[in-house]
């Protein structure tokens, strides 16, 4: 068990830019959870996936946003025409059910 | 938005001191969860709490769910440079994602 995984730790990228992240979960762990974080601030939910399943999107996911888990197990998210705005710390995070979730060390991500 | 007040913000002290911080909510969670986050890494889980009036120790830690199901708070005892971080709190109800607080930055000065 290496732990919750993701790709790449840092990112800068022009504006307008695509970017995509992966994460690799816990083997065993069936949800998988997106959340974004920006300074001095807690976590904030963006999406999650139990197995291949899209449960739930926050109103924060826009429609330049989007994620993907094609065989239940590592997941991909994309952000289309980066702004600056999406400066941030994507985390990827995975639980077997309801326990509490094991999160990865995150994507920093900067839009110059 | 953010559900959950935590307080303080942020705190210095000194080594060996005892530490405590609180969270708590207008609406009732089932589930209450304490992170600590160090820079450039995630959340790591400390303590989760699932009982109202559940009180759990893990070390130097100890937190307590409470009764009203609306607050919890954490305490640290004999605190060392390690210690130094962020520390959330995160609620859940059933199966909905966590949300956090916007967490207490803790400062320890040796």
């Known amino acids: 068990d290496t732990g919750v995984s993701q790709d790449p730790r840092h990112k800068i990228t022009k504006r307008g830019q695509n970017v995509t992240f992966r994460c690799d979960p816990i083997s065993e762990h069936n949800r998988l959870y997106w959340y974004r974080q920006t300074l001095g601030q807690g976590p904030e939910f963006l999406t999650y996936?139990?197995?291949?399943?899209?449960?739930?999107k926050s109103r924060l996911l826009s429609d330049r946003f989007s994620a993907e888990r094609p065989k239940g197990s590592f997941s991909t998210l994309e952000i289309q025409r980066t702004e600056q705005g999406d400066s941030a710390m994507y985390l990827c995070?995975?639980?077997?059910?309801?326990?509490?979730?094991?999160f990865g060390s995150g994507t920093r991500l900067t839009v110059v | 938005g953010q559900q959950l007040n935590q307080s303080p913000q942020s705190m210095f002290i000194q080594e060996g001191e005892d530490v405590s911080m609180n969270c708590t909510s207008s609406s009732i969670f089932n589930t209450w969860l304490w992170y600590k986050q160090e820079p450039g890494e995630g959340p790591v889980l400390l303590i989760a709490?699932?009982?109202?009036?559940e009180l759990t120790s893990n070390g130097r830690l100890t937190a307590q769910f409470g009764i009203t199901r609306k607050d919890s708070f954490l305490n640290i005892s004999a605190s060392i440079p390690s210690d130094v971080g962020i520390y959330f709190c995160a609620v859940s109800s059933g199966n909905t994602p966590l949300v956090f607080g916007k967490g207490t930055r803790l400062s320890v000065i040796a």
């Open positions: 709490l699932y009982k109202a009036g």
């Open positions: 995070a995975s639980s077997l059910s309801t326990d509490g979730y094991t």
């Open positions: 996936f139990q197995n291949e399943a899209q449960l739930e």
